[in-house]
C-alpha cells in the first residue's frame, strides 16, 4: 500500500519526536510518502495530489483543520481523476478510479473527529491503533 503522510508542524499537539517515531512506525507498515504543510489550504493541495498520484491512502497528522483540508482535497481531486461516481470514494486499497482512503492520527488540541472514530486521542496510541486496523484489513465508511 502506498500512502502520503501530511504533517502539520504546526498544530498543536505535533511535535519532531512525536512525528518522527509515527514516520518509523507507519513507514514500517506501508510505503510512505511524507509531506509538511506549510500554509493554510496546503492539506488540500498534497491530499488532492496523491488522489491525482494514485495514492492508496491518505494519512493526516494534525487537528480537525488538517484533516477536514485533506477531506476536500480528496473530494476535488485535480487532473481529471474523480472519485467512485456518487462520492462514496473507495477507501484503502480501492481501484484506480476510487479516492484513496483516509488515515487519521490526532495532532490537534481538540481532535474531535478522531474522537468520533474512537481513536486514542494520544498521536502514538492512534497510530497503533491504526496500524491493528491495517494489519487485520478493516475500514470504515464515513458519510
Do not use: C
Not at 509515527?22 to 506549510?38: H, M, N, Q
Not at 492508496?56 to 488538517?66: H, S
Not at 487519521?104 to 472514530?117: C, H, M, W
Amino acid at each position: 500500500m502506498r500512502a502520503m503522510l501530511l504533517v502539520n508542524p504546526k498544530a498543536t499537539t505535533t511535535n519532531a519526536r512525536t512525528r518522527d517515531v509515527l514516520i518509523r512506525a507507519l513507514g514500517a507498515a506501508v510505503d510512505l510518502s511524507v509531506e509538511e504543510t506549510g500554509y493554510r489550504g496546503h492539506a488540500a493541495t498534497l491530499a488532492a495530489t496523491a488522489h491525482a498520484k494514485g495514492f492508496d491512502a491518505v494519512a493526516v497528522l494534525g487537528g480537525d483543520g488538517t484533516i477536514n483540508e485533506a477531506v476536500n482535497g480528496l473530494l476535488n481531486p485535480i487532473n481529471g481523476r474523480v472519485g467512485g461516481g456518487n462520492g462514496g470514494g473507495g477507501g484503502l486499497g480501492g481501484g484506480a478510479d476510487e479516492r484513496p482512503g483516509l488515515i487519521v492520527i490526532p495532532g490537534g488540541s481538540a481532535n474531535v473527529f478522531a474522537r468520533a472514530l474512537g481513536l486514542p486521542n494520544d498521536p502514538v496510541q492512534a497510530t497503533g491503533a491504526v496500524l491493528e486496523a491495517l494489519r487485520e484489513g478493516r475500514r470504515r465508511v464515513v458519510g
